[in-house]
């Protein structure tokens, strides 16, 4: 008698967000049993303090400790957890990592180029990155662009949401000048950042994590989160501007507001959808496809088959 594969966990450790995926694996393929995300703003202070904030550090395990509950309920046989750019970063990262795992959770922080790769492994699971298209993910810390799994193929840069509002330190709303300024920082940084890239053609750019999937909730007034509707939702580069400008002239409030938006990403999406816009102008490319997978299907994609698993 064949064994039912056991449930399987994969956990990032995000600068503004902690998210989990649980999922059993049959054939290459996942099957999501729950998905859960904490929006705890764990990289707020890095910029002032260079540490995490004592609150900021006590909500992110409650997290972890609210995902290893809803872990033992479901009976996860394996779980891998990645930190990001916040843990990379910050100076009492030791502590972090010592009350995640005494909360049964041990959190592994991985380079930018192994993020990269497990994201670029969980958005092309479906053969998506074929065909010219560069794919982006928007975190809070930083911002990877990746063209492919191998080395040399992505780029990281320090541009995350919770990064350039802590820059800039935009208004609410944000007068025209200050968009400007966001805006031209963008630019200037994400095409010095993917110079070695100028003799590449992209035919469109796909985007993962909260600011992509935000615009796509956005853009259908989803007003309950359905991650099969996200993935693979196309927008034309005027649909994104339109977007752009729109929610530049919102307040953080009547951003809240809008069918779609999640609470806690009020505050960040402007910084997030300006890059995005910028890249799109970077890369000449008029398609924005959207991915509900990245980082942490990746993860789980890169797991050794167990017991009763095939590949």
Request: charge should be positive; include cysteine; charged fraction near 25%.
């Given at each position: ?53 004592d ?75 074929e ?9 809070g ?9 191998g ?22 709303p ?91 990403r009020?505050?960040?999406?402007v ?32 797991l ?8």
């Amino acid at each position: 008698m064949q064994s039912l594969p056991k449930a399987l966990a994969a956990i990032d450790v995000g600068t503004n967000t902690v998210r989990m995926l649980v999922a059993a694996r049959d054939g290459g393929r996942l099957r999501p049993l729950l998905r859960m995300r904490r929006i705890t703003g764990l990289g707020r202070e890095l910029r002032e303090t260079g540490a995490i904030g004592d609150g900021e550090l006590r909500d992110s395990i409650a997290a972890l400790r609210a995902f290893r509950r809803e872990m033992d309920r479901l009976g996860v046989g394996r779980i891998r957890a990645c930190g990001t750019a916040a843990l990379r970063d910050a100076t009492n990262r030791d502590a972090f990592l010592a009350e995640a795992a005494a909360s049964g959770i041990p959190v592994e922080v991985i380079s930018p180029d192994e993020e990269a790769r497990l994201t670029w492994t969980g958005v092309t699971r479906g053969g998506r990155g074929e065909r010219g298209a560069v794919v982006m993910d928007i975190g809070g810390g930083s911002t990877e662009f990746i063209a492919g799994p191998g080395r040399g193929e992505s780029v990281s840069l320090p541009i995350g949401v919770v990064v350039l509002l802590g820059v800039f330190r935009l208004s609410d709303p944000p007068p025209p000048w200050q968009v400007r300024n966001l805006k031209y920082y963008l630019a200037e940084r994400i095409g010095a950042g993917t110079r070695a890239w100028e003799r590449r053609r992209f035919r469109r750019l796909v985007g993962t994590a909260g600011t992509f999937t935000t615009l796509a909730a956005l853009d259908m007034k989803m007003t309950v989160y359905r991650p099969e509707r996200i993935d693979g939702y196309a927008m034309p580069v005027a649909k994104v501007r339109a977007w752009e400008d729109r929610l530049c002239r919102l307040t953080a409030g009547e951003v809240l507001a809008l069918p779609g938006m999640e609470k806690g990403r009020e505050r960040y999406i402007v910084p997030g959808i300006c890059q995005a816009a910028a890249a799109m102008d970077r890369f000449g490319v008029t398609k924005l496809e959207i991915s509900d997978a990245g980082l942490l299907e990746g993860i789980l994609l890169g797991l050794p088959p167990g017991k009763g698993e095939t590949r």
